[in-house]
């Protein structure tokens, strides 16, 4: 065997273990983000397990408030449904956008909820309602505690799978497409400070 064959030989040995070494990253880094958005998929369940709880409490009171009662229940059902669709699909374009405006709706009608309750004293110190406030509240920053995780992780994926050499392999890896970042159409508006005049 000639010295080129051998020099041909480790060669292409190097070149493979590189494309191992890039494939493991690749794989490494979309694990990352898969357990990112298992971790959102469980707040956010956790939240609309909540939400029910506190329509109940206020069903009471709230008895001519119906439309209120029915707009958080049908946006808390159709943003579990969409969780549920995202769950098969984490990072996909379309599941995020579409999860990205349920969650919009359903805070959207859980403002307008929180504004019909304050209208109502005996509810605003009902103890039951008190907890059930404070636990959505929690439930909410952990939300964003863990859609900040997931974001970072498909922000490391795509970076890597973006540069190169990752980009002329990641297709042929298994790896077709980018991530796609959970955003909530409130995002913006929360990256902006308050306007404060006197």
Do not use: C
């Not at 996909?92 to 304050?118: C, I, K, P, Y």
């Not at 505690?145 to 490391?156: C, E, G, K, L, T």
């Amino acid at each position: 065997m000639s010295v080129s064959w051998m020099f041909f030989g480790v060669l292409l040995l190097a070149l493979a273990l590189y494309a191992v070494v890039i494939y493991n990253t690749l794989v490494r880094l979309k694990n990352q983000y898969l357990n990112g958005f298992a971790q959102i998929e469980v707040q956010l369940k956790r939240r609309y397990d909540l939400i029910p709880n506190m329509i109940e409490v206020a069903k009471k009171a709230m008895a001519h408030e119906r439309e209120t009662l029915e707009a958080v229940t049908l946006a808390r059902n159709e943003a579990l449904a969409l969780l549920n669709a995202a769950g098969q699909h984490p990072g996909d374009v379309n599941a995020m956008h579409n999860l990205g405006a349920a969650q919009s709706t359903l805070s959207d009608a859980l403002a307008r909820f929180n504004l019909v309750v304050e209208a109502y004293p005996d509810l605003k110190t009902n103890q039951n309602m008190l907890q059930l406030t404070e636990e959505l509240t929690s439930t909410e920053n952990r939300v964003s505690f863990a859609r900040q995780a997931f974001n970072d992780a498909v922000m490391s994926y795509n970076q890597y799978r973006q540069s190169f050499p990752p980009i002329a392999l990641a297709s042929v890896l298994g790896h077709p497409t980018d991530a796609t970042l959970l955003e909530f159409a409130d995002s913006a508006q929360i990256q902006v400070a308050p306007a404060v005049r006197f």
